[in-house]
């Protein structure tokens, strides 16, 4: 299967390649304007290297190969584009930085684990037989035959080897930084009281809202000590903000007049038609992949049953037509069991229906010969399968059956055997074609939108004031946006990607073209360009102020908190002492405070009972509290605790190494100005 898979997506490669080229030698053409010059463009910089425009698409083409080549949607283009950044971050400093911790992969070590001696999960997802779900040593054998004649194959062979590597180093990693963590006996016995301990008692609170803000000055000299004191929470990558205007492009009324009179011409030709297949098949429509139960219709579409056309009728934003390609009377489901067999094994199927029509057990059989290893382990039993699952090149054959008989059919490279352990009673089913006409604008329409759009364009030039007054005389009202370095579209724009490689490029203060976006034209402008890493003060003195406003409470409130007792403290300030119950160190809250770790930690680490605690500054109120019993129980053994912490804390290193990893390395990607 893998080498059928690979010949499958060669022409898709070797389109890629074209258009490829076709694109950098466009590029090229527009030279210095670009920054190209005579040498090839920088794309990105990992650790220190240099990604170049070639060394980017040589990756992505060999990724995309390896992944089916396919990128028919934007998704799949995102996705792709994702994970060759990724393949090119492992090359240039995942791999090399391994290297320098002392981690490798032996050429031994890669040949075992391509045996299967000490298996891969790379190589497993590739070479794996896709029915029995075993590792095929052959299927490797069969692909490495054709890597020594096609440079396809050896650039795909390369990728795969380098991705197991990569795989290999990543575990082996993760072992030392595993191997650091130990659960020491301290650590477990605090664990033991987290999981067995529970608390009730009683607690004051006086939330922060009942000081007014205008009570508390926060100055900005603070605001900027904070912020120079936790500048690493507010780092963030380089980024555009732009601002745009959408021209909707939308049918008029003269539109739609004339694409109803189009699609009632068209139902009245439909209804002629001889050949619904062809019809169909001319008009870009669909026939259903399976048939469907009059259950499955609305009243209006059961016409189809009798043998009539329904519609044409406007659904949301097209007009429909449908036509039955065929009819037929078949059981609502059917109760089956099959063997399955590769298409080359078709003598064996003929040898093997004689025997099962001769009597022989058919579960027996199953389990003997089907590739179908799942259910050939309960006999070949499938269940209760609905017609509407049964595909049309079967459908003939199941339409017609009854309990207990043998049926062969082969559908591409499989053959199956069926038995039929289960008929209902028939009813009627159809097979649908339809033919379905868009609502959409005219080019006249079209054309008109466009015209705003160039006026728009030209009035908007110079400024972002000129920009906002040509909105204004256009009736239309700006959006915003913001891009950040390495995004390949907006994240408030659907199929963006156009203005996205336009905005990484342009300067503040330039104005776009026209972007066609199909159903609507947009123009941009950028309104800044910010290189910095850090988020400025400016954009977090409002929750800086907050917190420190929370801070400055806290010492004002918790005055309020002192006394010889909880209830005097109440009494003190007004309010009422609340209880609490079965407060456990993993809660968040305590008592009517749905949101208080603080708070719950505080208070499920106390070990004396019976005593007024410190004031606990919380996140929303000053908090004094008594706890009046501990409540224990056995629900956790030591060895438990310490298999769990040891699992937690084994997690928690590897995730926290990887993030360290992150942090070591310089990543300036600057793919979006050209892709």
């Known amino acids: 299967m893998l080498t059928l898979n690979t010949l499958r997506t060669r022409f898709g490669v070797v389109l890629s390649i074209v258009i490829v080229l076709a694109l950098l030698a466009f590029i090229i053409s527009l030279g210095p304007e670009m920054g190209f010059g005579n040498q090839d463009p920088v794309v990105g910089v990992i650790n220190g290297d240099k990604v170049t425009y070639t060394e980017y698409l040589d990756e992505y083409e060999t990724v995309k190969a390896s992944n089916g080549g396919n990128e028919a949607t934007d998704e799949q283009a995102d996705a792709l584009a994702r994970a060759t950044w990724q393949s090119l971050v492992s090359k240039h400093f995942l791999v090399p930085d391994f290297g320098k911790a002392g981690l490798v992969v032996s050429q031994d070590e890669r040949l075992s684990m391509l045996s299967g001696e000490h298996p891969s999960q790379v190589y497993y997802s590739m070479f794996a037989d896709q029915q029995t779900g075993d590792y095929d040593v052959q299927s490797i054998s069969t692909f490495l035959n054709q890597v020594n004649s096609n440079p396809q194959y050896q650039s795909f062979w390369s990728y795969l080897n380098e991705q197991a590597v990569l795989e290999r180093l990543s575990s082996k990693f993760a072992g030392l930084v595993k191997a650091g963590t130990f659960v020491n006996s301290l650590e477990v016995e605090q664990g033991l009281a987290a999981a067995n301990e529970s608390r009730n008692g009683r607690y004051v609170a006086l939330p922060y809202n009942t000081v007014a803000d205008s009570l508390v000055t926060v100055t900005d000299a603070e605001i900027q000590k904070y912020y120079d004191e936790h500048k690493s929470f507010y780092k963030k990558l380089p980024h555009r903000a732009l601002t745009y205007v959408v021209f909707d492009v939308e049918p008029t009324e003269e539109d739609l007049k004339a694409i109803e009179e189009k699609a009632m011409a ?33 009243e209006e579409e059961a016409v189809m049953l009798e043998g009539k056309q329904y519609g044409p009728v406007l659904k949301v934003n097209e007009w429909v037509m449908s036509r039955p390609v065929d009819i037929k009377d078949a059981p609502d489901s059917v109760g089956l069991s099959h063997i399955v067999l590769p298409a080359d094994k078709a003598a064996v199927a003929d040898s093997l229906v004689t025997v099962l029509k001769g009597g022989a057990d058919f579960a027996a059989v199953a389990a003997a010969h089907s590739a179908a290893t799942t259910t050939a382990q309960m006999g070949g039993e499938l269940g209760v399968v609905p017609f509407t699952a049964v595909p ?26 069926f038995k039929v352990t289960r008929a209902d009673a028939k009813k009627k089913h159809v097979l649908v074609g339809s033919v379905t006409i868009p609502v959409e604008p005219s080019s006249a329409t079209r054309r008109t939108v466009h015209n705003a759009a160039s006026i728009f364009a030209v009035d908007g030039k110079g400024s972002v004031a000129n920009f906002n007054a040509a909105a204004d005389a256009a009736a239309i009202t700006p959006r915003v946006a913001r891009l950040q370095q390495g995004e390949r579209s907006l994240s408030v724009l659907e199929k963006s990607h156009d203005i996205a490689r336009w905005a990484h490029g342009a300067k503040a203060g330039e104005i776009s073209e026209i972007f066609n976006m199909g159903n609507a034209y947009v123009v941009a402008m950028i309104t800044e360009v910010n290189d910095s890493e850090q988020v400025p003060v400016s954009e977090v ?45 993993s809660d968040y809250g305590v008592g009517e405070m749905s949101l208080e770790p603080r708070v719950a930690g505080a208070v499920a680490t106390t070990v004396e009972t019976g005593k007024l605690s410190a004031p606990v500054q919380g996140y929303t109120a000053a908090v004094v509290f008594v706890v009046d019993n501990v409540n224990k129980a056995e629900t956790q053994t030591a060895e438990a605790e310490k298999v769990l912490q040891q699992t937690n804390l084994e997690a928690t290193a590897t995730q926290a190494s990887v993030m360290a990893l992150q942090r070591m390395v310089k990543i300036e990607d600057l793919r979006g100005q050209y892709f």
């Not at 098949?281 to 399976?290: D, P």
């Not at 003939?396 to 053959?415: C, H, R, W």
């Not at 002492?577 to 160190?585: G, I, M």
């Open 541 to 585: 003195s409002q929750s800086i102020a907050q917190t420190l406003r929370r801070d400055k409470k806290f010492e004002m409130l918790k005055d309020k908190l002192a006394g010889a007792s909880l209830e005097a403290v109440a009494q003190s300030a007004g309010v009422e002492v609340k209880p609490f119950e079965n407060v456990k160190f």
């Open 266 to 298: 068209a139902g009245e030709e439909f209804a002629q038609a001889e050949d619904i297949r062809a019809y169909v098949r001319k008009n870009m429509g669909t026939i259903t992949e399976t048939y469907v139960p009059e259950s499955m219709l609305s």
């Open 392 to 417: 049309v090149e079967m459908a003939n054959d199941l339409a017609n059956a009854k309990v207990g008989d043998i049926i062969k059919t082969q559908s591409g490279e499989v053959i199956q055997i």
